[in-house]
């Protein structure tokens, strides 16, 4: 599976937005961009996917780079129950059934 | 409804102690997935079940032994574990295999 570097932490203010990178050089041209994150003492959550373009939905937006070797996930406008672990995951279409988390990002909110 | 519902949320067993662990989903899902995580790392997977039936093994030891009975129940059978096999155990299901999965809560292994 092709690789994902994200920052192993990052703080945000309530109610500003937050704007999470993921770089993805060795993506494949069949790779989805996957973000799932997992509160405390919760099981991961989807969050919102893309292949190519710009992806909202009611969670966040993602935004993809032209060349797709990196992505970022935005939360508009952080709360303090966006305080989780991000990841940035790549499925292919060899990777029938299977997320494969990298560290992910911790991301603190403050009031 | 979009839940996937794991019970016990906590469990503790002996090293010679037969335990099992259970996962249920009603959203029509034909595939579930256990996960294992330790703290502070990410989740880990153990197998995926695609139709009842078990598609991948990521090479987990024996005495972790996976039963699909129906398309809304999966059960983790644990055997003589070991004390580094304490855990986060998580349960997934989707769709089907290449679509969103949805996480239980995971139930939380402690091995004496």
């Known amino acids: 599976d092709a690789k994902t570097t994200q920052p192993n932490s990052m703080e945000s203010n309530e109610e500003e937005p937050v704007h999470l990178p993921c770089n993805h050089s060795t993506i494949s041209g069949t790779d989805y961009i996957h973000w799932y994150r997992q509160l405390p003492s919760q099981g991961p959550e989807y969050v919102i996917h893309g292949l190519t373009s710009n992806v909202n939905n009611r969670m966040a937006s993602l935004a993809i780079a032209e060349d797709r070797k990196s992505s970022t996930l935005i939360l508009h406008r952080a709360t303090l129950r966006d305080a989780a672990v991000y990841y940035c995951?790549?499925?292919?279409?060899?990777?029938?059934?299977?997320?494969?988390f990298g560290q992910g990002t911790i991301l603190t909110v403050h009031p | 409804d979009t839940e996937v519902t794991q019970t016990p949320k906590h469990l503790v067993m002996g090293m010679t102690n037969k335990k099992s662990l259970k996962c249920e989903q009603h959203m029509g899902h034909r595939a579930m997935y256990w996960y294992k995580q330790k703290a502070k790392k990410p989740p880990e997977l153990m197998f995926v079940y695609s139709y009842e039936k078990l598609s991948i093994n990521e090479s987990v030891p024996s005495r972790f032994s996976p039963e699909c009975p129906n398309s809304s129940l999966l059960n983790l059978h644990l055997h003589a574990l070991q004390p580094e096999d304490s855990a986060l155990y998580l349960c997934?299901?989707?769709?089907?295999?290449?679509?969103?999965?949805?996480f239980g809560a995971g139930t939380r292994l402690s091995v004496l």
């Open positions: 995951i790549l499925r292919g279409g060899t990777s029938y059934g299977k997320l494969t």
């Open positions: 997934a299901s989707s769709q089907t295999s290449v679509y969103i999965q949805y």
